[in-house]
């Protein structure tokens, strides 16, 4: 399999999800507003989606795709689907007990997470009916990431791809025709939650079928592999999802800030999250098997190209996506989600945040590609002491900022803390001769940084002045930044074209 088509594959269906994610976070916008709910329903979506992260897309996925790539290379069907029966039934009935812990200590999770809401009794109170409600989503949705480790490494990448599409739907659903029969109406979102984690599980039930890998309850404490999964596990946690961590900390901080912040976090994390998606996620995915099995394998020199392609994509596709997300922050704010309730003040509010996040976008983004260059390897210990570190680092850079800048200070450190994460996994692959650069790279360099300066002057130019996309219409702004952003990657791109670059030079098959 071509990794470039896979990477184009996987996406335009993150593309297609984002889309629909921002559909529904501007109906969300405009029907319920930033204020008391909506704050409240983040912070209770916002800790099952951690741990959805932290155990399911962060630990359990790269702690399981290498070790199951090498039964699948190395051992026999039969071996491969006794490992997969024996982990799904551990993880389950670790999940479930993590789900009954999440309802039945929910006020305990939101002191915790939030200790700002005490002062409000009815904050707190929705905060907690709305986790409880949301709570078995990570149960679904991280038996859900289980089917995407083996069909990803089966290069059955659309299937999972095409899973949080469904998510969105469900949203969206919600939000329009649920919630005039929930009391209060911010309940229908949790309602979407709990659905959502069903139907997406319920998706990829006949694709694991016909591989022959749907897992099977059987459970055994003998079985070395199970356990050798198990004991990734726990260090993985602290690898790619520092900045999960981060976040939920930050909301604790913003818990204390005046109403709105949670919010205004939450919409500019949706636009970061938009590149850090499709890009990050897209290349991290088709990656990692492909480095496990050149690991499997023994092949060095492979290794060491698939993480230099995977390198060079990120910043080629990265570098102009934080520069267009810092520049042109109101527009893309004003145009998605100032609509009813949802007012210009909230717009400049999100903005700061917006800012912040772009700074760090490319280490974010970064990460997902150097961490699993160790996670591969089944290098658990590295990723996590760098980690640690990065954890330290944004909580003491948010201590310095917070009195600053407010909200948007949290934003920031949790980006640059991300440059910092990158940049000590960079040294250390380099260090122990993991990933050696491919020639070219001073050249490369200096061509995507004569585009992206273009970029910055088209944008610059064709943006206008912000007060006018706060006081514009509707249509008025989709026109507009439906024409900036289309004119921002012609003269992107083709000034990468006049440059020499050509999308063959990144084709690279899978091994």
């Known amino acids: ?22 559909v529904r976070d501007v109906l969300i916008a405009r029907i319920f507003g930033a204020g008391m709910a909506t704050d409240a329903f983040f912070v ?34 039969d071996e491969t689907k006794l490992l997969v029966d024996h ?10 007990a993590v789900t009954l812990i999440g309802i039945v200590a929910a006020p305990i999770l939101v ?72 009391d209060p109406p911010i309940m229908a979102l949790a309602w979407a939650v709990f659905v959502a984690g069903i139907v997406q599980l319920a998706f990829q039930i006949p694709f694991l079928k016909k591989i022959d890998m749907l897992p099977m309850i059987r459970f055994s404490l003998k079985d070395q592999g199970m356990w050798r999964v198990i004991r990734q596990m726990g ?27 949670v919010s205004w976090l939450y919409y500019a994390d949706r636009l970061m999250e938009f590149p850090a998606g499709v890009l990050g996620v897209a290349i991290s995915t088709i990656l990692l098997p492909s480095l496990s099995k050149c690991h499997a394998d023994n092949n060095t020199a492979e290794y060491s190209k698939l993480l230099d392609w995977g390198l060079r994509l990120t910043i080629i596709l990265t570098l102009p996506a934080a520069l267009a997300l810092g520049m042109i922050a109101v527009p893309l704010l004003a145009t998605f989600f100032q609509h009813g309730a949802f007012a ?93 650069p491919e020639p070219g790279w001073a050249k490369f360099s200096i061509k995507v940084g004569i585009a992206v300066l273009m970029l910055a002057i088209a944008l610059w130019f064709g943006m206008g002045s912000e007060q006018s996309w706060l006081t514009s219409s509707g249509w008025s702004r989709i026109l507009r930044l439906s024409a900036l952003v289309a004119g921002g990657v012609v003269v992107y791109f083709a000034v990468l074209a006049a440059l020499g670059f050509r999308p063959r030079d990144f084709s690279r098959r899978a091994v």
Not at 87 to 96: E, H, N, W
Not at 387 to 416: D, K, R, Y
């Open 44 to 77: 209770a979506f916002k800790l099952p989606n951690l741990l959805r992260r932290l155990f399911a897309e962060g630990a359990f996925s790269q702690a399981f795709v290498p070790i199951f790539g090498e039964y699948k290379n190395r051992r026999g069907h």
């Open 111 to 182: 002191y915790i997470s939030a200790p700002g809401f005490i002062k409000d009794t009815e904050k707190f109170d929705l905060t907690v009916q709305l986790l409880r409600l949301t709570s078995p989503y990570i149960f679904f949705i991280s038996l859900v990431s289980v089917a995407a480790g083996i069909l990803n490494t089966y290069n059955k990448f659309w299937v999972p791809a095409f899973a949080p599409i469904l998510l969105n739907l469900c949203f969206i659903g919600g939000a329009l025709w649920l919630a005039p029969y929930c």
């Open 344 to 436: 210009a003040h909230d717009v400049l509010m999100t903005r700061h945040a917006l800012v912040g996040y772009s700074v760090g976008l490319i280490g974010m983004i970064l990460v997902k590609i150097l961490a699993p260059g160790f996670y591969a390897r089944q290098d658990i210990r590295t990723p996590v002491k760098i980690g640690i570190v990065t954890l330290l680092a944004t909580q003491a850079m948010n201590a310095l900022f917070i009195g600053w800048i407010q909200h948007a200070g949290l934003a920031l450190s949790i980006g640059l803390g991300a440059c910092l994460n990158s940049a000590i996994l960079f040294h250390y692959l380099r260090k122990r001769g993991i990933y050696q």
């Open 235 to 261: 260090p993985a946690v602290f690898g790619v999802s520092i900045a999960q961590i981060s976040l939920i900390i930050n909301t604790i901080f913003a818990s204390f800030l005046v109403a709105g912040s």
């Open 1 to 22: 399999m071509n990794l470039l088509k896979a990477l184009a594959t996987i996406s335009s269906l993150t593309l297609v999800s984002r889309i629909l994610a921002f």
């Open 87 to 96: 982990v799904t039934t551990m993880l389950a009935i670790i999940l479930f």
